[in-house]
């Protein structure tokens, strides 16, 4: 997009306006928070309008709390904010009625910008920038920043930087030229220290606690990963622990699910493009539930109030549709750990006492 296109299509129909709200997905990763802080910046600069950020789930992940809090990013929870009140609503690295966002009825965004697949849903809007074949929603707000010709703020700047980085995970995910080159354009304005803090944060223990849990119950089906996740303490951890489990040796496909706050959610991973996992995502969640994504990692939601008056066992359903997609027909599965390798070994301490 063209810095004409920019200031006549999104700039432009928006000279006058004072109540904006930009709103993320419902539990947003770095990609997301970074897009929204990116926008939002960009209005005041170039308008003089103070946005509103607000999200309807949680931001769980240590890591996006410490960079929502080390770069002093605004966000409000959506309970906390009333729509309709809003001349202007933006969606970033989301569209509606795709199951992550959640829009009254009636309500339709202004403004689309997003990286996954363009749904009919957001045709509606006035301003789309919906563009599949990039990396990030982050390198897209970038490139705004870069057409208009703006003042790089550093805050701004490493949010997006790690946006980028993160979606991408570290340029080597479904990322382009023009990742690599916003990224290369953004890196001399990041803040490093903070950066560095943001991407090692201190962790609580019930992250490893979890860890232990998923690695010992995890099952290989071949060179397919699946692993159901109990007691989820945030959504994003089904994504968290999905990326780790896809770096198993031999690994092509990872499914990793529970279930939190009445609903089944789940993420998909694959080390190859051509696999398609955003398609597989929308297909095993079909008629029960709403699943997409990109070709090597995806996700999905299934309200089980909903799925169980249409079918009896959703979880079952939904593993059993995976691994027939991908798995060979009637092979028998395998602990990722064998119970009798866990072994709890004394500290030597304890021995020499």
Known sequence: MTKQEIEEKLIAPLRGKRKVLIMTHDNPDPD????????????????????VIAYGGI???????????????????????????YSVVALVDCQPHTGNVYLPPGVHPDIVIDHHPLRKSSEKAEFIDVRRGIGSTSTIITQYIRHLNLPVDKEVATALFYGIKSDTRDLGRQSTDIDVRLSVFLYPFTLQKKLARIEHPEKPRE????????????????????????????????????DELIQIEGIRWCLCYGRHNGSLIFSIRTTRPSYMAGVLAHKICHGIGKGGGHETYAAGKIDLAQALKKVKDPEDILLKRFLKEVSPRGMEPTMLVAADKVEIKPLQAEINS
Do not use: C
């Open 207 to 242: 992250y490893y606690v979890k860890l232990y849990s998923i690695l010992s119950n995890a099952r290989i089906y071949g060179d397919v990963v699946v692993a159901r996740v109990d007691l989820i303490g945030w959504p994003e951890m089904i994504g968290e622990f999905a």
């Open 32 to 51: 997301s928070i970074a897009s929204a802080f990116g926008l939002k910046y960009i209005l005041k600069k170039t308008l003089g309008i103070t946005s």
């Open 59 to 85: 931001i769980g992940r240590v890591e996006n709390q410490s960079m929502v809090k080390l770069l002093h990013i605004d966000m409000l929870p959506l309970s906390e904010v009333s729509i309709r009140s």
